[in-house]
């Protein structure tokens, strides 16, 4: 039986809390949030005639299915108390504790970690080109970037800002529905077939992996205390998105539903 404990320390309450919000927040998603809400989609050459009718498709408010809004909101403001007495606080102490570059090295490192699930997905929707480029983009960045610390890829324009891809959004272009909307407490909004394909990336992720816990001395505390610190750090980052997509809303609760579908709608057509 596995548990919180090894020889060389115990996960801290504190760590215990954080790794409870990585292991089902899906952090990768929310900050993917912030770049798709602040990008503007650029449509082809030619089509100014019908501007007016692709702004309105592109911000009409979908069908969403919420089944369970008088529970959903209930944790909607018990995880918005949260961001607000807990996590924002904690976010900008960290912001101002932890030189930039490092914060970057370490969401690089994090990030580069998360190619199988990406490369997986990416060939589970019929995108052999994508996964290819995933895979020379592994590559570049474990060996030339230091283990993924130093994204060099940048630097090479077919690797750069390649869509990030996910189970959730596998299922999606499958044809699979997002089924009933869900806010989760201490995670926030999410959809049933995205919880599960935030399963199946958990189990794709590296740091999952069990015969990476069963090297001398790495069981549950190491990897609880590295997922804590890839939250820490992401975490100015989904304060952010939380607040871009909450701030100005005349109803916070349907402004963070409808805002969550639509970004995830449009991963799933790239």
């Not at 952090?27 to 005639?49: F, L, V």
């Not at 060996?143 to 077919?158: I, Y």
Request: net charge negative; with cysteine; proline share 8%.
């Amino acid at each position: 039986m596995r548990t919180f404990q090894c020889r060389r320390g115990a996960l801290t309450p504190l760590s215990a809390f954080l790794v409870i919000l990585l292991l089902a927040g899906g952090i990768g998603r929310s900050t993917a949030w912030a770049a798709e809400a602040t990008g503007a989609s650029a449509g082809p050459a030619g089509a100014a005639p019908n501007r007016v009718d692709d702004d309105a498709d592109e911000f009409a408010v979908p069908h969403v299915s919420d089944p369970f809004e008088p529970v959903n909101r209930v944790f909607f403001r018990f995880n918005d108390g949260l961001y607000a007495w807990v996590l924002r606080p904690f976010a900008h102490g960290y912001e101002k504790t932890v030189p930039a570059p490092a914060q970057r090295g370490l969401a690089n490192f994090f990030n580069n970690l998360k190619f199988p699930a990406r490369f997986v997905s990416s060939i589970l929707q019929g995108k052999p080109a994508r996964a290819a480029k995933e895979t020379g983009k592994f590559l570049l960045n474990t060996t030339v970037g230091l283990a993924g610390f130093v994204r060099v890829s940048d630097s090479v324009p077919a690797l750069t800002n390649l869509p990030p891809e996910d189970l959730g959004q596998t299922f999606g272009v499958w044809g699979i529905g997002n089924g009933p909307y869900l806010v989760l407490p201490l995670i926030g909004p999410s959809t049933l077939r995205d919880v599960v394909g935030l399963a199946g990336d958990t189990e794709l992720n590296p740091i999952s992996w069990h015969p990476i816990e069963e090297i001398h001395g790495y069981d549950w505390t190491w990897r609880g205390e590295a997922e804590t610190v890839e939250l820490v750090n992401a975490m100015p980052d989904l304060v952010r998105t939380y607040d871009s997509l909450h701030q100005a809303a005349v109803d916070p609760y349907v402004a963070m539903r409808t805002g969550y579908i639509q970004l995830r709608d449009a991963a799933i057509k790239k």
